[in-house]
């Protein structure tokens, strides 16, 4: 049995019957259960609470969606205007998920959740599309593999499962750490693509305090079980800055671990990160202060922030830094007459002088982030 192969064969078992083993206990919102067949509760292999992430309007990708839970709770929050994708590579857990959704739809008042089949490493291939494609054209010599990877080229560019850049926000709990090392990189890359710039992403997962040995890594029933494909705590938040993502922060954090095996202790957390805006970096003459407990800090760009000091940053690193993770470390300052945008030409760490700033913060419309 390969690691793939023990996946797929562990969570058919999960959507079959209950697996205490794969249960991490988690406080989810009471009220947002409430609509909830039993079926999918008890069904639930999660580690955290990424719905807590959901906002009104929202397009939401739920990766590894199994049974639907956080799907249906997101679905309550995202209301008419905004919709939900779960996705899984497992048929019976899309089988046990579509089972409710007529009922959920009545329930919630809206038909806004889909659940697709598709690997989250790969996730412009609509595996269902491919098995429509390999009914039609069985594969029985090497040569109708080359033409199938052609065929997945072409569909992945023309009629991607997740378009680029179409996400406000992609949630997961406890799936991360079931895809195999080699094409971990690859899923987050795949994250970044198809979030919208300025979207988020909430993740709970688990992670281990010290790298996992190759030993352990080979026992597939401890990677089926969410364990020994885990990210190292350090490695976790990495991979997203390698990927791009700012604003790259644990959010959650449980004391306690989940399981401890050879003395390495595996634990849930969740991940909030952010993709950079597109806009440009144009100076209109914003300010922000980093608010301390610490003398400065740094972003993953570099840039430094000194406590109590008003900071030269354009209009997008000021809207950048009064939201998301950032949002309780700063304040934001427009300036007390928008300049003409320029490119930016500050040196780093430059200050904007209070003059500049100065009354600004309380226009009756900036009230929120400052920074508008
Ligand atoms: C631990 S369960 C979590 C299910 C769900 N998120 C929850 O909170 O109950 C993992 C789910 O991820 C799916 N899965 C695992 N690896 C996957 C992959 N590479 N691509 C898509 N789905 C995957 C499994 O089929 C299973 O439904």
């Not at 969570?11 to 259960?33: H, I, K, N, T």
């Not at 020994?228 to 954090?253: I, R």
């Not at 309780?328 to 200050?351: C, K, M, R, T």
């Amino acid at each position: 049995m390969t690691i793939e192969t023990g996946v797929l064969q562990r969570y058919s078992e999960g959507a079959e019957a209950v697996q205490p083993e794969l249960c991490c206990p988690v406080d989810y919102d009471r009220e947002l259960l409430a609509l909830l067949p039993q079926e999918i509760i008890d069904k639930d292999y999660g580690c955290g609470d990424p719905s807590r992430y959901v906002q009104k309007g929202d397009v939401v990708l739920d990766l590894g969606s199994g049974s639907g839970k956080i799907c249906y709770m997101a679905a309550q929050l995202v209301g008419d205007s905004g919709k939900v994708i779960g996705v899984d590579m497992n048929d019976d857990m899309l089988n046990l998920a579509r089972k409710y959704q007529v009922e959920m739809a009545v329930k919630i008042g809206s038909a806004n959740v889909e659940f697709v089949k598709g690997q989250i490493q790969d996730l412009a291939l609509d595996l269902a599309a491919m098995n429509q494609h390999l009914a039609e054209n069985p594969i029985a010599t090497a040569e109708d593999v080359i033409h199938l990877r052609a065929w997945q080229e072409k569909q992945r560019k023309e009629s991607p499962l997740i378009a680029d850049n179409s996400v406000d926000l992609v949630v997961s709990n406890c799936v991360l750490n079931l895809v195999h090392d080699s094409d971990k990189e690859q899923l987050i890359q795949e994250i970044f693509r198809v979030v919208k710039p300025g979207g988020r992403v909430a993740i709970s997962d688990i992670v281990s305090d010290e790298l996992v040995p190759p030993h352990l890594k080979a026992d597939t029933h401890l990677w089926s079980g969410c364990i020994s494909g885990a990210l190292q705590e350090h490695e976790f938040l990495q991979a997203f800055v390698a990927a791009g993502f700012v604003a790259v922060a644990y959010d959650k954090w449980e004391s306690q671990a989940w399981q401890v095996v050879e003395g390495i202790e595996f634990r849930s957390v969740t991940i909030t990160a952010t993709k950079p805006s597109s806009e440009p970096c144009l100076d209109k003459g914003h300010a922000v202060i980093y608010r301390g407990p610490f003398s400065k800090v740094y972003d993953d760009e570099g840039h430094v922030f000194y406590r109590g000091q008003r900071m030269a940053v354009c209009e997008r690193s000021c809207k950048l830094l009064t939201s998301g993770a950032y949002a309780d470390h700063f304040i934001g300052i427009a300036p007390v007459l928008e300049q003409s945008p320029q490119n930016w030409h500050h040196a780093p760490g430059a200050l904007r002088p209070a003059a500049e700033t100065k009354g600004a913060a309380h226009k009756a419309d900036c009230a929120s982030s400052g920074c508008c």
